[in-house]
């Protein structure tokens, strides 16, 4: 297979340190992937000799408000800085910040022509942050029905207009198949239809957010679809283990072998 695969430290292994979280990961042949840095020893983690490929490259603002733009854009440049201690490749944005239990910070209910000018402006700023660090900031589609009700630009329908739009190597989609299979369906085609904006894949069951096999989804057939377009980047599982962690690594790798 030509892609990567990772797994996200903050969702498999929760008995264990996070430290200790990120070493079994790696020991198991994963990248890396976390979320808020601000809440890490991130020198502890760098000790941990792990790839890290991706963590959060924000930590408030939104796309749209003047306070929100300028706080996102203040904290995507601290991020950056902070990306250096563990030379994490990308970072991950969403259509506005999302506070406790993934709700968004500002919920919105419709979004206006102007917001979408507003938003693809802030993320050409963020891009060109990327370029000039020589990272790339990836933006995630959510699902508003589960997990983030509220979130505005949250289908991949959505990320994909706007990453298009700002046509920047330093802005890329984190094409999330989870959110993507509450919010729209039909992921091969997605996927295909997707690949030239693609910084990076995330994957877990339907329903649940559990390791692939626990739901509805056949990540086999989406797995074989990125080896016959060529996918080259990394597939990240971002999902809770339904029982044992190392069994939920096991499935994850199994079907996308």
Not at 101 to 130: I, K, M
Not at 162 to 190: C, F, K, T, W
Request: charged share 25%; with cysteine.
């Amino acid at each position: 297979m030509g892609y990567r695969l990772a797994a996200c430290a903050e969702m498999i292994y929760l008995d264990q340190p996070f430290e200790e979280r990120v070493r079994r990961i790696h020991e198991r042949g994963f990248e890396i992937e976390i979320w808020d840095w601000t809440t890490k020893d991130l020198r502890a983690l760098a000790d941990t000799g792990a790839v890290f490929s991706s963590m959060t490259g924000y930590v408030r603002g939104d796309l749209t408000t003047d306070d929100g733009i300028d706080a996102l854009l203040e904290s995507a440049a601290r991020s950056l800085e902070q990306a250096d201690a563990l030379d994490v490749a990308r970072l991950g944005l969403h259509g506005t910040g999302l506070g406790e239990g993934g709700l968004p910070v500002r919920p919105v209910e419709t979004t206006s022509g102007a917001d979408w000018l507003r938003a693809a402006d802030t993320l050409r700023r963020v891009a060109e942050l990327g370029e000039r660090a020589g990272r790339v900031f990836t933006l995630e589609n959510l699902n508003t029905a589960v997990d983030h009700p509220g979130v505005p630009f949250a289908r991949a329908a959505d990320t994909i207009a706007l990453v298009s739009a700002v046509d920047s190597p330093a802005l890329r989609l984190n094409l999330d198949l989870y959110h993507a299979q509450i919010g729209e369906g039909n992921l091969v085609d997605l996927v295909r239809r997707a690949l030239p904006w693609i910084g990076e894949i995330q994957v877990a069951d339907v329903p649940g957010r559990c390791e692939p096999g626990t739901g509805e989804i056949r990540y086999e057939a989406v797995a074989q679809t990125l080896r016959d377009i060529g996918y080259e980047g990394v597939v990240g599982m971002e999902a809770w283990a339904s029982a044992d962690s190392d069994a939920a690594l096991d499935a994850f790798r199994s079907a996308f072998a």
